[in-house]
């Protein structure tokens, strides 16, 4: 396939709804309304894969959901996009941000992938 190919194939590429959740400190997260079946499994697999530390494999879940779906969190008028970059803040997230995310993942699941059991 020549190089002009595979640029018109990124240009026409469809890109997957997303949803805003705003937290009481003016935080945006922004959420993928999309998630494939081998993500669905996988996350299944991964909340009750632990059985010998049931708090491990939920927190395990909470960060696959959340680099699965995040595509953007702005806090304090920073912003921060990328999975790899999403993924270390929510690492280095104060305890309240963390709530928030919880919050925003669970009302997330709850409207748009009613048949995934939320962290």
Same mark, same amino acid.
């Given at each position: 396939m020549?190089? #002009?190919s595979?640029?018109?194939? +990124?240009?026409e590429?469809? $890109?997957?709804p !997303?949803? $805003?959740y +705003?937290? @009481?400190d003016?935080?945006?997260?922004?959420? #993928?309304?999309?998630? !494939?079946?081998?993500?669905?499994?996988?996350?299944?697999?991964l909340?009750?894969?632990?059985v010998?530390?049931?708090e491990d494999?939920?927190?395990r879940?909470? @960060?696959f959901?959340?680099e #699965?779906?995040?595509?953007?969190?702005?806090?304090?008028?920073?912003p921060?996009?990328?999975?790899?970059?999403?993924?270390?803040r929510l690492?280095a997230?104060?305890?309240? $941000?963390?709530a928030?995310?919880r919050t925003?993942? +669970?009302?997330h699941?709850? $409207?748009?992938?009613p048949d995934v059991e939320?962290?």
């Amino acid at each position: 396939m020549g190089k #002009r190919s595979r640029q018109r194939g +990124r240009a026409e590429r469809l $890109e997957a709804p !997303t949803a $805003e959740y +705003r937290s @009481e400190d003016g935080a945006v997260l922004t959420l #993928r309304c999309v998630l !494939t079946p081998k993500t669905r499994t996988q996350y299944a697999a991964l909340l009750h894969g632990n059985v010998l530390s049931q708090e491990d494999a939920w927190h395990r879940a909470v @960060e696959f959901l959340f680099e #699965r779906l995040a595509v953007r969190w702005e806090i304090a008028g920073v912003p921060t996009e990328g999975q790899r970059e999403l993924l270390a803040r929510l690492r280095a997230a104060t305890p309240d $941000e963390r709530a928030f995310v919880r919050t925003a993942l +669970r009302e997330h699941c709850a $409207e748009w992938f009613p048949d995934v059991e939320a962290p």
